[in-house]
T-cell receptor, first 114, second 113 residues
């Protein structure tokens, strides 16, 4: 089944404890992206990747890191999480970014930083 | 950069009535406008999109209209049903800049039966 898989689904952590949210897609998509969803703010892009070894900042990159060593994986890393990073996170992918093809979203990761 | 404003933030309609959600964008170079639906506890899913060379697009009970001059686009849902209840997000992007979608804040649509 074609899908974008995120893990974990829920995560509670404490300030300063490094964490990684994994994202994997099995559709051979070139483009992958991370968004955070906050009430009243919609979906805001954190980082995106147009292809392997190519990553760029989105609108709210501060406090986050990503890597794209393989086409299928695009992990989101929070080196020192803070409470303002408590949010619902979505990974998404699409085949051809320049054609703005449909984004496929993962099931989301609800992160709470205490 | 692009800014997308979406109204209303919440919308309640009676089953069978129509619902309209409006979005405005700031960058006149934007040429791709998708709409995503997010049911409670689920992931966003694309329901319809429109490109700037088209003024209107329909898919069964859903339609999107685009006014490039005024820089606004709207989602129209006719004959609403309870399963239309969800959060709807509009977005805008520039094709040549890759899939850098800028999303609106979302509209919570409640269809009362």
């Amino acid at each position: 089944e074609a899908q974008v898989t995120q893990n974990p689904r829920y995560l509670i952590t404490v300030t300063g404890k490094k964490l990684t949210v994994t994202c994997s897609q099995n559709m051979n998509h070139e483009y992958m992206s991370w968004y955070r969803q906050d009430p009243g703010l919609g979906l805001r892009q954190i980082y995106y990747s147009m292809n392997v070894e190519v990553t760029d900042k989105g609108d709210v990159p501060e406090g986050y890191k990503v890597s794209r060593k393989e086409k299928r994986n695009f992990p989101l890393i929070l080196e020192s999480p803070s409470p303002n990073q408590t949010s619902l996170y979505f990974c998404a992918s699409s085949f051809n970014p320049t054609n703005n093809e449909k984004l496929f979203f993962g099931s989301g990761t609800q992160l709470s930083v205490l | 950069g692009e800014n997308v404003e979406q109204h209303p933030s919440t919308l309640s309609v009676q089953e069978g009535d129509s619902a309209v959600i409006k979005c405005t964008y700031s960058d006149s170079a934007s040429n791709y406008f998708p709409w995503y639906k997010q049911e409670l506890g689920k992931r966003p899913q694309l329901i319809i999109d429109i490109r700037s060379n088209v003024g209107e697009k329909k898919d069964q009970r859903i339609a999107v209209t685009l006014n490039k001059t005024a820089k606004h686009f709207s989602l129209h849902i006719t004959e609403t049903q309870p399963e239309d209840s969800a959060v709807y997000f509009c977005a805008a992007s520039i094709l040549e800049y890759g899939n850098k979608l800028v999303f609106g804040a979302g509209t919570i649509l409640r269809v009362k039966s």
